[in-house]
Every structure is written in structure tokens, then in C-alpha cells.
């Protein structure tokens, strides 16, 4: 009995101990306190609420409604704890300038409707006090109240102005300003910064700036873009920010100082280019758009070339608006934005020989054929529907393009063969641009000027009789003259434009400068250079009046020398002409300086008010030659600016001779062409191509109807080879002369 009422004792003791015990170990370790001791305040309670937009505040309008962010809160932890709702409150007790609802955060800049009748609901509409100024607004939950997000009322914005640097200059590529605006009411008047709040940019083209949530703009690529800004949930233009942009391209060859390398074939050489703003800030990651001056031969690639065939070429770089450089077009000029930059030169030469391709028609003949000057074998002779009065080669060798009264025909140049007969037009073939994607194509029955793809469509028309065109190296633009002695250009950016022919009586050709930062026109009386640059007029910072790439912004140079035919060397350092003056032919060389910063580096177009960059005139020569005619049909520089050749119609003499001008001597070499056995004696030279190398002139003669090969030797080119494609006359018996040649290089077999 003992033993049970002392077991009975032990039992009930022992239990409610243990229970007291395990109890209070459970209810400490759910308690975590923020200060880890065993009081104060626990977590997952509300220590700090957080409100947007704690920066900027909210800008209205009198009686405008908006609303405050989501409020959000945290424990002494920075752990987000769950509320079920915020309690809104407004400085302004009197709710008169800025009143809040405050289950939602919902914002009046006035007061609030509050016991409306009709049982429209509290917080619906907002009433305008037409009171300006500032209150601030806040949430709290749990104890707790959040930071003061101000806000600001004032009257309604009509407009925002940008202030400050970036409206009146550049900012260098990397730098950053802050950008600040004034904001003026519906009447034009100022509003009070301190009632207007903070605005929000934005840039309307990418790349040129970025702007931060203050306002930090730094800028990126070069160019000029509009800047917008926002307040009031409503955006407005406020201004333009300018990148600095290009004034120097330059060129180099990595490891070397010179300008010029020799380069194998299928050898990549590298090319790096440095590009400095006006204040000497080195730009990077532009665009820059690399040009070869015979892409055939030796291409042009981003800061590299890779030659496919032995020739000569003259690389250059150019930052092209739109995409290097741009501007909307009421900025183009101001600063320098909006127009382009060229580099230097860097010239290429790829040794060895090459052998050719030619392609022979006539416009005496339905026929054409194709020589392989590997084998010297006559190819298949084709007969044209049509007489052809004109041919051109597509830069990459593809296709053929001869015009005819009828139609234009197009053949693959390497089947010999053709691919599309286009009734749609007729006319003559200028010239095709060195992208080989598009043709100048005049119909002087329609008097109507086409730009035909290579994909034989017309993308557009210009009413006019074309007689000359050529092509900037980038294809982007061409210059071109017409039967009424009007300068046109054609430009990707800028469409059409009609060049204020000033100067010239009666314009004959048209060639493009090396680099392509204009062109030269040939006249009767005098010889015209036209930059490419805009001609921009300014008030202050704002363009008054802008003629638009490329117009040519006035004439750039005025030389006088009258010509028939005009062309450009490939270095950049001459202009060289022909005309027939009493029966001779005469050569001009024009020694010229581009625009471009100097000899070694590239330069921009001048941001002064009207002003035009010149064509730097060096020297003005003419010389005679032996030859006899009666007209200049061309003149022709090798690729490597050695030589050049001119053609020209028959004339009375019957030992013609073919005018070679070599521009580093100053000196003119006459060759004799000469007689094929049991063949009529050549009468003259009407027109020729270089091979790629440069090493053949190929001269189509009248008089015998063959193609005489002028090769280089050791000192001087002379008749080496003649060579006979029989092209059968359109009229009577007999063969017509081969009057319309072109060549492209093949890899020798």
C-alpha cells in the first residue's frame, strides 16, 4: 500500500514538471527577436514601408488625378512582410492642393468628391483648386509610415524646352551631362521649377545617348537625336542631343607607317582606323563603312581587304549617315551631324598577271561574243535580238546589260547566254554601280532617266535625257549629266536633287573623286568640282535653311579647262581630261587635294555657316598629241594611277596612234597602232578597258574592226596582239567594229 500511494506521489509530480518544461522550450523557439536576444521587437513585424517614386515624386496638373507607387514593407531583417492594406495620407490637411484616398494611394491635385449626391461614390472625381505647390504623401501599416514621396502641382504644361550644354554644342563620346528642361504653360509662360517636378527622358533614335533616371546622359555613338520628355504622364519634345562626331578618319596599316602595301592574293591585310571628334576624344565601335575603288579586284571588307585577283585599288572609310553619324534633317550640320566623313586613302597593289574575260559587241551588229583571253579563243557568238547602242559589266562579273531601242537585255556573262528580254524599257545603259545592284538606264525616246535593280525592276525615274553617270564608290550615290546640261544626283538618303550647274555652258561628263567626297563635271568652257557635303544655313543653333546631301553646297572648285571626257586616279591625285581641239586630241591633268584633313588623316564637312570644303587645285597642264580625230570618247586610268589612255573616232590619218598620259612625268607616249596581215589598217581607237592587272590595254579600232592588246614592257606599252570577233554587220557585208568592250579578270587554269 506503501509502495503504491509513494508511486501515485511520483507520477503526479513528475508529469506536470516535464510538461511545464517541454512547453516553454516550444514557445522560445518560435519567437525570434531583431536583436537575437529573448525581447523586443520580433521579426515579420513592420518596420519600414517603402514608397515610390521616392526619387522623382508625381508631377500633375491642377485638377489632373494620378496615383502614388505601390507601397511595400519590410521587418528589421529586410524580409518583405505581407499587408493587407496601407493607410494613404497627404500632408495637405486641408485636401485642397493635394488630396489622397487613402485606402488606395489615388491622387487629386485638388480635392477629392466626398459625399456626392446621387450616390456617386468618394474618391470618383477631382475638383481643381487651381492651386500650385507641393505636398507630400506617405502610407502606413502596422505601426509604421513610409518615406514622404513628394508631390507637385502646377498648371497645365504646354511645352518643355531642353536648357543648358547639350543645346548648344556636342558632348565627346563617354562623356556625361544632366540633362534639365523648362516647362512653360498653355500661354507660353515659364512654370516654376519648383512646382514642375522632375522629368523623364528619353532619346528617340537608339545608340546616340543614354539617359539614367536623373537625367544622366552619356553619350554613345555619334549623331544628333530629338529628346522627349515626360511629366504629367504626358510627353513632349523637349530638344536635341548631339555625340560629338567624326572629324578625322585615318587609315593605317598595321606596323607601318606608309600608306600603301603589296598584298598576295586571297591574303587578308588589316586595316585599322582611327577616329578622333573635335575634341580629340577617340571614337569607337562606329560604323564605319570600308570601300574599294575596284571591288572586283580587290574588295573591301570592315578594317580588312582580301585581293582575289593581282590590280590595284585605294581603300577608304567613311562614317555615312544614316548609319554612322545621323541627324534628324531639320539638324543636318549643326555640329557635324548628319553628314559624312571620309577617310584617307590606304592603296593596295596585289602583283602578278591575270588573265581576262572580254566581252565584245557592236552598235553596227546583232551580235556579241566572249573571248577567254586564257586560251585566246573565240567563245560562242551570240545573236541579240535588237542592235545594242550601249553594254555594261555588272562590277562582280555576273551579267551583262545592253540597251536597245526596244528593250533592255540582260546575259549572264559567264554562259554567255540571256536572262531577260525587258520590254517595259528601252534606251541606253550608263553605267552600273559598283554593288553591281543597280543601273542607270536613259530612254531618250520617253525622256526618262530609270535606276534598274539587278533584279529587273525600276526603283525609281527621273524625267530627263542621261548622257554620262558615275558612281560614288559606296553606291549610295550617283552623279549624273543630261542632254539639257543639268547636274543630277541620286542618293540613297536624299532621292533626287537637280546641282546648280553655275559655270558650265554645256556639261559633257561626270567623274567621282578619289576618296568619293564629291565629283568633277566637265564643260565646254570650264571644269566644276562638287563636294558632296550639305550646304547648311544657321541662326544661332537652329538651321535656317539646308540643301540636302548631295547637293553639292556650292561649287567646291572651278578649274579652268574645258573638256570632252573626264576621269579620276584612284590616288586621289588627279583629275585628267581629254578634248579634241582642231582635230587633236588634247590631255588636262588636273592636280587636285581632297577635302579631307590632309595626307594622313580623313576629315568631315565643314559645320560653318554656308561654308563648303574645297578641291585643292595643285597644278592645271595640258598636252598635245599626234593623234588625229574628230571626238574624245574616253579616257581611261589603270587602276594603279600610272596610265591612262585615251580613245577617240576617226580621224584623217590611217596610222593612228593611241595617246598614253603617264601623270608622275608629266609626259605623253603616242602608240602606234599597228596593221594586221591581209587586214584594213586601223582608223582609230574608239574605246577600251584594262585588264585588272593593268598590265593590257584592250583598244576596240575602227578601220580593221579588231581589238588591239596594248602590253606593258619594261618601259612602254606597245601593239602586242590583235585579235578578230568577226561580229557580223547589221547592214551590208561584212564586220562592224567592236565599239563596245568589257573585261573582267579570271584565275589562269
Not at 521587418?75 to 512582410?81: A, E, H, P
Not at 514622404?148 to 563617354?174: F, K, N, W
Not at 590590280?311 to 548609319?323: E, M
Not at 555576273?398 to 531601242?405: D, H, I, P, Q, V
Amino acid at each position: 500500500m506503501r509502495r503504491f500511494v509513494l508511486l501515485a506521489f511520483l507520477v503526479m509530480f513528475f508529469i506536470p514538471v516535464s510538461v511545464s518544461i517541454t512547453g516553454c522550450s516550444r514557445n522560445k523557439s518560435s519567437a525570434v527577436y531583431c536583436n537575437g536576444g529573448d525581447s523586443g521587437m520580433l521579426t515579420g513585424q513592420i518596420t519600414t514601408i517603402n514608397l515610390e517614386p521616392r526619387l522623382t515624386g508625381v508631377s500633375l496638373s491642377s485638377g489632373q488625378m494620378g496615383s502614388v507607387g505601390t507601397a511595400s514593407a519590410t521587418d528589421c531583417k529586410g524580409n518583405s512582410v505581407s499587408v493587407s492594406n496601407f493607410t494613404y495620407a497627404s500632408s495637405d490637411t486641408t485636401h485642397t492642393l493635394v488630396d489622397v484616398n487613402p485606402a488606395t494611394g489615388r491622387l487629386c491635385a485638388g480635392s477629392w468628391n466626398r459625399n456626392s449626391a446621387g450616390g456617386i461614390a468618394d474618391y470618383t472625381y477631382c475638383n481643381s483648386t487651381s492651386l500650385t505647390g507641393t505636398a507630400t504623401v506617405t502610407a502606413s501599416a502596422g505601426g509604421a509610415t513610409s518615406n514622404s514621396v513628394t508631390v507637385y502641382v502646377h498648371p497645365i504644361i504646354g511645352s518643355v524646352a531642353l536648357t543648358g550644354a547639350s543645346q548648344t554644342d556636342c558632348v565627346s563620346q563617354g562623356k556625361a551631362i544632366t540633362l534639365a528642361a523648362d516647362a512653360f504653360d498653355t500661354s507660353g509662360n515659364a512654370i516654376s521649377s519648383n512646382i514642375v517636378g522632375k522629368f523623364t527622358f528619353a532619346a528617340q533614335t537608339s545608340g546616340i545617348v543614354t539617359i539614367d533616371e536623373n537625367g544622366v546622359a552619356t553619350a554613345a555613338q555619334p549623331g544628333s537625336t530629338l529628346i522627349t520628355a515626360s511629366i504629367s504622364n504626358a510627353t513632349s519634345t523637349a530638344g536635341y542631343f548631339s555625340t560629338c562626331p567624326p572629324t578625322s578618319i585615318a587609315l593605317n596599316i598595321p606596323g607601318s607607317s606608309s600608306k600603301s602595301v603589296n598584298v598576295n592574293p586571297n591574303t587578308t591585310q588589316p586595316i585599322t582606323a582611327t577616329v578622333l571628334d573635335k575634341n580629340n576624344t577617340t571614337l569607337t565601335n562606329l560604323t564605319l563603312t570600308y570601300v574599294s575603288t575596284t571591288p572586283r579586284t580587290i574588295p573591301a571588307a570592315t578594317g580588312s581587304v582580301t585581293p582575289t585577283f593581282p590590280g590595284a585599288a585605294a581603300i577608304t572609310a567613311f562614317c555615312l549617315p544614316p548609319t554612322c553619324n545621323p541627324s534628324p534633317t531639320d539638324r543636318v550640320g549643326l555640329f557635324g551631324n548628319g553628314k559624312p566623313v571620309a577617310s584617307n586613302n590606304i592603296s593596295v597593289t596585289t602583283t602578278g598577271l591575270s588573265s581576262n574575260y572580254l566581252y565584245l559587241a557592236s552598235t553596227q551588229s546583232q551580235y556579241v561574243t566572249q573571248i577567254d583571253m586564257t586560251t585566246g579563243n573565240l567563245g560562242a557568238t551570240l545573236r541579240l535580238p535588237y542592235v545594242p547602242n550601249s553594254m555594261q559589266l555588272s562590277t562582280d562579273g555576273a551579267a551583262l546589260y545592253l540597251g536597245t531601242s526596244n528593250e533592255i537585255i540582260t546575259l549572264n556573262a559567264t554562259s554567255n547566254a540571256i536572262t531577260k528580254e525587258d520590254t517595259s524599257i528601252s534606251g541606253r545603259v550608263i553605267s552600273v554601280s559598283p554593288d553591281s545592284g543597280t543601273v542607270v538606264i536613259t530612254d531618250p525616246s520617253r525622256k526618262l532617266i530609270y535606276l534598274y535593280t539587278s533584279a529587273g525592276v525600276v526603283a525609281s525615274t527621273y524625267g530627263g535625257v542621261a548622257t554620262r553617270a558615275a558612281w560614288s564608290t559606296d553606291s549610295t550615290t550617283v552623279y549624273i549629266t543630261t542632254a539639257d546640261n543639268q547636274l543630277i544626283t541620286y542618293s540613297t538618303p536624299a532621292g533626287w536633287h537637280v546641282i546648280d550647274n553655275s559655270g558650265l555652258t554645256a556639261v559633257n561628263d561626270v567623274a567621282v573623286t578619289v576618296p568619293s567626297v564629291g565629283a568633277y563635271f566637265a564643260g565646254s568652257t570650264a571644269t566644276v568640282g562638287h563636294t558632296y557635303c550639305h550646304k547648311t544655313t544657321y541662326s544661332g543653333t537652329s538651321v535656317s535653311s539646308i540643301e540636302y546631301f548631295p547637293i553639292a553646297g556650292g561649287t567646291a572648285s572651278t578649274v579652268a579647262a574645258p573638256l570632252d571626257r573626264i576621269a579620276a586616279t584612284n590616288d586621289g591625285a588627279h583629275i585628267l581630261g581629254a578634248r579634241m581641239l582642231a582635230g587633236v586630241p588634247q590631255i588636262t591633268d588636273i592636280g587636285v587635294s581632297m577635302p579631307i584633313g590632309g595626307s594622313t588623316q580623313g576629315g568631315a564637312c565643314p559645320t560653318a555657316s554656308g561654308a563648303v570644303p574645297n578641291f585643292t587645285q595643285n597644278s592645271l597642264n595640258t598636252y598635245a598629241t599626234t593623234a588625229s580625230g574628230t571626238a574624245v570618247t574616253s579616257i581611261v586610268p589603270a587602276s594603279n594611277s600610272t596610265v591612262a589612255f585615251v580613245t577617240y573616232s576617226a580621224g584623217a590619218t590611217a596610222s593612228p596612234v593611241v595617246p598614253a598620259y603617264f601623270p608622275s612625268t608629266g609626259t605623253v607616249s603616242n602608240i602606234a597602232l599597228a596593221t594586221t596581215s591581209g587586214k584594213s589598217a586601223p582608223t582609230a581607237p574608239v574605246s577600251g578597258v584594262f585588264s585588272a592587272d593593268d598590265a593590257t590595254f584592250f583598244v576596240s579600232t575602227a578601220g580593221d574592226n579588231q581589238v588591239h592588246l596594248l602590253t606593258k614592257g619594261t618601259t612602254a606599252y606597245s601593239d602586242t596582239r590583235q585579235l578578230d570577233p568577226k561580229l557580223p554587220a547589221f547592214s551590208g557585208s561584212g564586220y562592224s567594229v567592236p565599239d563596245l568592250i568589257a573585261a573582267k579578270p579570271r584565275t589562269f587554269q
